[in-house]
Every structure is written in structure tokens, then in C-alpha cells.
């Protein structure tokens, strides 16, 4: 009579997806350049930061903050 072996269960962890996002509100683009609120909107006023709007609401493309990022090393 044979024995049978019992199954091996083996942990694995857990698969995490992560949403990266293509446009930021301002206070998240504020966070991003490590602003404040008040100075992006100023930044938006200005033109110097990009902006599209979706209805009402005001966002800010993840590319515009690297663009502004680009021509403040430019600019140094």
C-alpha cells in the first residue's frame, strides 16, 4: 500500500497593478513639483505650466510637468 505525498502549497505574494496616471489634478502636480497649489496656479496663469480641460475640471498632463521641469534646467 503506497502512500500518497500530500500537495505542496508554496506562498506567493500577491501580484500588484498599479494605474499610472496621465493627467494630475493640481494639488497632485503641486505635489509632484513640490509646490504649492497656489504657485502651479500661478504657473497655469502664466502659461508657463500646460493644462487641459475635461468638462470643468482643470487637469494637468504629466508630460507638461516634466516639460516645466525641462526648461527650468534650460533656463539654469
Not at 43 to 72: D, F, H, M, W
Amino acid at each position: 500500500m503506497s502512500t500518497a505525498t500530500p500537495p505542496v502549497y508554496v506562498e506567493t505574494a500577491p501580484t500588484i497593478t498599479a494605474v499610472v496616471p496621465l493627467l494630475y489634478r493640481v494639488e497632485e502636480a503641486a505635489e509632484a513639483l513640490r509646490l504649492s497649489r497656489s504657485q502651479v496656479y500661478e504657473l497655469i496663469r502664466s502659461g508657463a505650466l500646460r493644462t487641459v480641460k475635461i468638462g470643468g475640471r482643470r487637469r494637468v498632463p504629466v508630460t507638461a510637468c516634466a516639460e516645466y521641469v525641462n526648461t527650468l534646467e534650460v533656463a539654469a
